[in-house]
């Protein structure tokens, strides 16, 4: 190639894909929602990787959160509500070679889908889960969903939410062999797109939680975290979440915090003074599934549905 010298190599990839390559249809979400900014760090996130498109696939239930897979170019799976955890570890138990996304709300996960977010936890299969949490249900037009704030007046409880909302922090915290909890702020890009990029680094089941607006139905809540920055808390460590320049200089509160510390990590998801932001816990060592599946052997695909069909002739003789 003229201009190069006799001793440079070119190692170019035979395919090199960009945003648009994962980009599906036009986003049909209200202005100013929080969804936008999240499906915008998972594109960057696919690009950066290069992740296969033919190899990447989306799942998700029912709520705003749950169109994501519209709005990739990739495989998906529109589920029913709070069913998006249980036909992703479907996928992932049979397909282990595909790169899983879970996209899930406050009540599609949290509701309804509670059972199967407690046991996907310990699962730990190899998946990234985002929790887009605006502490409504949106879809179905401002109903009280588990993390609604107490006395939020709502179209289910007019005179006010009448339950302390439910901690989906200290609840993922608690589930035994969890292996990735990082929380989140939708208004923040730069660093929402480095903790999305490292739970997807993470072998095991990522689970992030994400403080998303949404300016139809919580804008009060919204608000308030908008415009009171002291009330967020920013996590700091090696192993942490990785701070891009000039990011941190935006929180007045910040913490040294070890995310390899269980006890810690449930203090600061106990303490509802301050919302902690960045990796509260990762264990590397949890057991993953594919370990103690067939036995702990690395099956192929073809010696697995042996497998399935001589059980299943056992039960047809």
Same mark, same amino acid.
């Given at each position: 190639?003229?201009?190069?010298?006799?001793?440079?190599?070119?190692?170019?990839?035979?395919?090199?894909?960009?945003?648009?390559?994962?980009? +599906?249809?036009?986003?049909?979400?209200?202005?100013?929602?929080?969804?936008?900014?999240?499906?915008?760090?998972?594109?960057?996130?696919?690009?950066?990787?290069?992740?296969?498109?033919?190899?990447?696939?989306?799942?998700?239930?029912?709520?705003?959160?749950?169109?994501?897979?519209?709005?990739?170019?990739?495989? +998906?799976?529109?589920?029913?509500?709070?069913?998006?955890?249980?036909?992703?570890?479907?996928?992932?138990?049979? &397909?282990?070679?595909?790169?899983?996304?879970?996209?899930?709300?406050?009540?599609?996960?949290?509701?309804? +889908?509670?059972?199967?977010?407690?046991?996907?936890? &310990?699962?730990?299969?190899?998946?990234?889960?985002?929790?887009?949490?605006?502490?409504?249900?949106?879809?179905?037009?401002?109903?009280?969903?588990?993390?609604?704030?107490?006395?939020?007046?709502?179209?289910?409880?007019?005179?006010?939410?009448?339950?302390?909302?439910?901690?989906?922090?200290?609840?993922?915290?608690?589930?035994?062999?969890?292996?990735?909890?990082?929380?989140?702020?939708?208004?923040?890009?730069?660093?929402?797109?480095?903790?999305?990029?490292?739970?997807?680094?993470?072998?095991?089941?990522?689970?992030?939680?994400?403080?998303?607006?949404?300016?139809?139905?919580?804008?009060?809540?919204?608000?308030?975290?908008?415009?009171?920055?002291?009330?967020?808390?920013?996590?700091?460590?090696?192993? +942490?979440?990785?701070?891009?320049?000039?990011?941190?200089?935006?929180?007045?509160?910040?913490?040294?915090?070890?995310?390899?510390?269980?006890?810690?990590?449930?203090?600061?998801?106990?303490?509802?003074?301050?919302?902690?932001?960045?990796?509260?816990?990762?264990?590397?060592?949890?057991?993953?599934?594919?370990?103690?599946?067939?036995?702990?052997?690395?099956?192929?695909?073809?010696?697995?549905?042996?497998?399935?069909?001589?059980?299943?002739?056992?039960?047809?003789?």
């Amino acid at each position: 190639m003229f201009g190069l010298k006799s001793d440079w190599s070119v190692k170019a990839n035979d395919r090199y894909f960009t945003l648009d390559d994962y980009a +599906g249809a036009e986003p049909r979400w209200c202005t100013g929602c929080g969804d936008l900014a999240i499906l915008a760090s998972v594109h960057r996130v696919c690009r950066e990787k290069q992740l296969l498109p033919e190899k990447t696939v989306s799942v998700s239930g029912i709520g705003c959160s749950s169109r994501l897979p519209h709005y990739m170019k990739t495989y +998906g799976f529109h589920g029913l509500h709070g069913r998006a955890l249980p036909v992703a570890c479907g996928v992932k138990s049979r &397909r282990p070679d595909l790169d899983v996304w879970v996209a899930t709300g406050d009540g599609d996960c949290f509701s309804i +889908g509670a059972g199967h977010w407690v046991h996907a936890l &310990r699962y730990n299969m190899d998946m990234t889960v985002l929790v887009f949490d605006n502490g409504i249900y949106g879809l179905t037009k401002k109903q009280t969903s588990p993390t609604t704030p107490e006395e939020y007046q709502t179209n289910t409880h007019p005179s006010g939410a009448v339950l302390p909302p439910l901690n989906p922090l200290t609840v993922s915290l608690g589930v035994s062999n969890i292996s990735f909890v990082a929380q989140m702020v939708d208004w923040n890009p730069p660093l929402l797109y480095e903790t999305i990029k490292a739970a997807h680094e993470h072998k095991g089941t990522s689970f992030v939680r994400i403080v998303q607006r949404c300016p139809v139905f919580m804008d009060v809540m919204n608000d308030e975290m908008l415009d009171d920055p002291a009330r967020l808390l920013l996590l700091n460590h090696e192993q +942490g979440i990785p701070v891009p320049d000039g990011v941190g200089k935006l929180f007045e509160n910040q913490l040294d915090h070890d995310p390899g510390d269980l006890s810690a990590a449930l203090g600061l998801a106990t303490d509802l003074s301050k919302i902690p932001v960045g990796l509260l816990y990762r264990n590397p060592d949890a057991r993953m599934y594919n370990e103690i599946s067939s036995n702990g052997l690395d099956l192929s695909h073809e010696e697995k549905l042996a497998g399935v069909n001589e059980v299943l002739d056992k039960f047809l003789i």
